[in-house]
């Protein structure tokens, strides 16, 4: 069972978390461990088993161009640098996609034991609670995520959108949190801590089992022009009531 294989890979995190790990870098910011890698093909070689007939796409492995329709999107780690400097805010994503649909998500935080899952109408839950989005009404009452893309650091497009947008709307907020974990950002929007999230240039391991939670909870997404989101776009998520006031304050990209 799904839940079971991830509660697995679980294990290995946590041993990871609470031991000493060799760092190597993607990208002069963008880190990976040992861990991130020994997690995914854990997580590939049991998956693959199940569901052979499913493309898989996961973080530290997949060189394809284009996005499967029928597919396993795979977050080793997603908190990589939380990882790396022992902050708890770090997952392991994965969500299933069939039509290029969402029809199963799981989050699983072991180091806070919180395992966020979502099946398509059915619902959305925290280990075995019921969760929905929370009901503040406009954003001076909400507490909102986002995050900051690895881009940053060339000061480009990415980056002077995070930028402007975040001086349209901070003074309109209770106030905004960088986590450090988009997964994490998505489920947290599902069980209510926040009333939304919003962060550019993510990919879809980050999002696909974030998104399947926050509409099974009750919730909006879409991207930054209130349209349909699709892998690739800004992505914003909320309770579904301040959606349009937090689209309203997005600087134009
Ligand atoms: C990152 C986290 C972070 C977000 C980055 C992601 P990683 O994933 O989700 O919150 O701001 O854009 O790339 O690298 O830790 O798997
Ligand atoms: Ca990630
Ligand atoms: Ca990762």
Redesign the pocket.
């Known amino acids: 069972m799904l839940k079971d294989i991830v509660k697995e890979a679980g294990e290995i995190l946590k041993y990871g978390y609470f031991h000493k790990k060799k760092v190597n870098f993607k990208s002069e910011i963008?880190l990976v461990t040992e861990y991130d890698v020994k997690i995914e093909k854990f997580l590939k070689d049991r998956l693959s088993k199940i569901y052979p007939d499913y493309e898989i796409v996961a973080?530290e492995s997949f060189k394809g161009s284009s996005i499967p329709k029928k597919a396993i999107f795979i977050?080793p780690?997603?908190?990589?640098?939380n990882f790396v400097h022992s902050i708890a805010y770090v997952c392991i994503s994965i969500g299933i996609y069939i039509d290029s649909k969402p029809v199963e998500g799981i989050v699983y935080n072991p180091i806070l034991n919180e395992l966020f899952w979502a099946k398509k109408d059915v619902g959305a839950f925290l280990n075995d609670e019921r969760i929905f989005v929370n009901n503040s009404k406009d954003l001076i009452s909400s507490l909102i995520a986002t995050?900051?893309?690895?881009t940053k650091i060339k000061r480009g497009k990415d980056y002077r959108w995070v930028i402007d947008t975040m001086a349209n709307l901070l003074p309109f907020t209770r106030d905004i949190r960088r986590?450090?974990?988009?997964?994490i950002?998505l489920s947290y929007v599902a069980c209510g801590r926040f009333a939304g999230f919003y962060?550019v240039?993510?990919?879809p391991w980050?999002v696909a089992a974030g998104i399947l939670l926050v509409e099974e909870a009750g919730g909006k997404v879409t991207n930054h022009l209130g349209n349909e989101y699709k892998f690739g776009d800004i992505i914003v998520a909320s309770n579904g009531i301040i959606h349009k006031e937090l689209i309203d304050k997005m600087a134009s990209y």
Do not use: Q, W
């Open positions: 963008d973080e977050d780690i997603d908190g990589t640098t995050g900051f893309p690895y986590l450090g974990s988009a997964a950002d962060e240039n993510l990919k980050d």
